[in-house]
């Protein structure tokens, strides 16, 4: 405990810029010397995708071959050069800190971004699933605005993320596409990728109208009928989805034009963390959380709870929207069984896993509960055991998910960790 | 003198049971005045009404002569009633410096797009409420705590809390329900400077309901006795002090057989 305690204090100095370098370092290793040296002369058959869960958990007589590449190729050059590079990033840190905070913080993403497309470039594997991911992480803050800040229990999620993923492949498909149900294209091809944020926001505004039939009944019932209600939309949604043969029905839906490469849902993305983050830490958007916690008081003190109650839905259901309209582009195609309660359980296990109330908190548990689930796919049925049981841990010792109430504080986040030391 | 609050024959039903019958209310401004009665008398059930969390079944409210009745209770708050509740109602996941925040709501003017982007609007809206906020914190004693969830204060100091973000919201009117519930004596002496330091300084009238006869006597200029949803007494407390029902309402009747 001790030594762990000082280990982690040696690196206390590093900051955020260190650990990019040090991330970019071990995904230069892994680019050049990956696949021709470190793991033939490990004994893997090739560069492992997800740190070697895959492998470990297929052949576990790979397990020391695939911990080794981890070390040679992720831990130790990324402590190592985040540490030795600790004069260099902190004079650059202490400079961008001078600038504008949100230059700095355009600096730090547009670097973060350059090693992720790097890393997840190895291959389609991992481009997959950091797409899926970062639609989670969407998915995670936008049913948080309601779950979390507004503290209702809404289970209709799937259902907003279902009319996202459809209103916008219908607009790109009828628009863009010579598809078989839709006719020609209307408008040349060419134009798509630009008109594309347009289809995405039109699906999310079609899906925050849709959620204004969950919002109103909240005026007046909360917590389990809420809950029934939201229940009953999903299912009015998947099932209306079903039987409207236009649209492919249960089938589904195919052919959507790949609009979203990693950096739109990268950019995306981003954009959905500032936009909430500015909101939920606005005077206005605190209001969510005085209407949850009390809503007499609220009303007493001139906060409009019913226009703050639509808000959050409304506003949760356009995010979800566009993250439906995300996964449909990423996958092209979709049918409404996607939409239905397992994904609900997903989201569900997302958001309180990472922690109510927190932005932070729902990237983290979006990335953990996503990469869990295909870290753990070789187990098949015992991965629907494992992560319940993670969940009802987290559950019995935070109550509230992993890391619950708290906000992003970006300049504490990327400021330089000279200063620190000399000071104390 | 005109009256800032006119309640004229309020009478409200709650089903088939009355609770309050012709019940009438003039409060001048700067004036303090006291509601007391035996428990169940219908003290908070009138608070209820003036600030319109629920609408009287008869009988007209009015504040500065613009009719209030029938608005909705943040309407009514941003019109110039600000309250306290009997059992604290704080927001436990919130600092208490977001507490007196928060109750500048009605005065945003930035909306959603604004509050969405962050947009200059925005950013100078709050910082001018944050330094409001932390004068009403530094005038209630409670800077010290702006930072900290509020359920862990102390009592007293949650109180404070309570009055200060009350005060946020600008009043003309304060309703006080029962601000020295589970108190004690100290604390009672404190509440009472504190009431007398917001009369002065923010020229409010007050509108309190109190169970402790010390205390309603010392600070309010007039009295109003309920029992059972009825007036049976006011004036200054000299006369509601010696009036026989009074006595009767509280202590119950003497019997001389």
Redo the contacts between chains.
């Keep these: 405990m001790e030594t762990a305690r000082k280990f982690i204090k040696t690196f206390s100095n590093v900051p955020m810029l260190g650990w990019l370098i040090g991330f970019f370092a071990a995904v230069l290793i892994e680019y050049y010397w990956g696949y021709d040296y470190i793991s033939y002369y490990l004994g893997l058959p090739k560069i492992p995708v997800l740190f070697g869960a895959l492998i470990m958990l297929k052949e576990p007589i790979m397990i020391p071959g695939a911990i080794a590449y981890d070390l040679i190729v992720y831990v130790i050059p990324i402590l190592f050069i985040a540490k030795v590079s600790i004069f260099f990033t902190n004079r650059v840190a202490a400079v961008l800190e001078k600038t504008p905070l949100w230059m700095s913080a355009i600096i730090h993403l547009a670097f973060f971004y350059g090693v992720l497309h790097l890393w997840a470039g190895i291959n389609d594997y991992r481009v997959l699933i950091v797409k899926l991911t970062l639609i989670s992480i969407i998915l995670t803050i936008s049913i948080n605005v309601i779950n979390g800040y507004q503290g209702e229990f809404s289970c209709s999620h799937p259902g907003f993320m279902a009319i996202g993923a459809y209103i916008s492949s219908i607009l790109t498909l009828y628009f863009f596409v010579n598809d078989k149900t839709f006719g020609t294209a209307v408008l040349s091809s060419e134009l798509g990728p630009w008109l594309f944020p347009i289809a995405l926001i039109a699906g999310g505004v079609a899906a925050s109208l849709g959620s204004l039939l969950v919002a109103i009944p909240s005026f007046r019932t909360r917590g389990d009928y809420l809950a029934i209600i939201s229940l009953a939309f999903m299912f009015i949604v998947k099932s209306a989805v079903e039987n409207l043969n236009v649209i492919g029905g249960a089938r589904g839906m195919g052919g959507q034009p790949d609009y979203a490469p990693l950096p739109i849902i990268f950019i995306w993305t981003i954009l959905c963390i500032w ?1 909430v983050h ?2 939920v830490t ?6 969510l ?2 209407v ?3 809503e ?10 019913r226009k703050t109650k639509m ?1 959050a839905f409304m506003f949760g259901a356009f995010w979800a929207g566009i993250a439906g309209g995300l996964f449909a582009h990423v996958l092209a195609y979709i049918n409404p069984g996607m939409f239905s309660i397992n994904r609900l359980a997903e989201i569900l296990a997302m958001v309180y896993f990472g922690g109510l ?1 927190s932005i932070i908190g729902s990237i983290v548990g979006a990335i953990s509960i996503n990469v869990l689930g295909e870290a753990l796919r070789p187990l098949e049925l015992f991965k629907w055991i494992i992560i319940p049981l993670i969940l009802i841990l987290v559950m019995i010792f935070r109550p509230y998910g992993l890391i619950s ?1 708290k906000e992003i504080n970006a300049k504490k986040l990327l400021r330089s960790k000279h200063k620190r030391e000399q000071g104390a | 003198m005109p009256a800032l609050l006119n309640v004229n024959k309020m009478t409200h039903y709650f089903g088939g049971l009355r609770a309050v019958y012709n019940y009438n209310l003039n409060i001048k401004p700067h004036q303090i005045t006291g509601l007391i009665g035996p428990n169940g008398a219908g003290k908070t059930t009138i608070f209820n009404l003036i600030t319109g969390v629920y609408t009287p079944t008869q009988g007209s409210i009015t504040l500065e002569n613009e009719n209030i009745k029938g608005l909705e209770t943040n309407e009514i708050a941003a019109k110039g009633l600000g309250r306290t509740f009997q059992n604290l109602a704080l927001w436990r996941h919130m600092n208490v410096l977001d507490h007196i925040k928060m109750a500048h709501y009605s005065q945003l003017s930035y909306g959603l797009i604004g509050s969405f982007f962050n947009t200059t609007k925005c950013r100078q809206q709050e910082t001018q409420i944050e330094e409001n906020s932390y004068r009403l914190l530094e005038l209630f004693d409670i800077k010290q705590h702006a930072d900290q969830i509020v359920t862990n204060l102390p009592y007293g100091a949650q109180r404070r809390v309570e009055m200060a973000r009350a005060m946020a919201t600008n009043p003309k009117i304060l309703f006080l329900d029962e601000p020295t519930a589970g108190m004690t004596p100290d604390e009672l002496g404190q509440m009472i400077k504190i009431i007398r330091q917001v009369h002065q300084d923010f020229n409010v009238a007050i509108f309190l309901i109190e169970h402790r006869m010390k205390f309603v006597m010392e600070l309010c200029q007039y009295i109003q006795t309920l029992v059972f949803g009825e007036l049976i007494a006011e004036g200054p407390p000299e006369v509601i002090q010696n009036n026989p029902e009074v006595i009767e309402a509280y202590l119950g009747k003497e019997d001389l057989t």
């Design positions: 936009v500015n909101f606005s005077i206005m958007g605190k209001a959380n005085a949850r916690d009390d007499a008081a609220s009303e007493s003190m001139t906060v409009k709870t808000t109330n109430f």
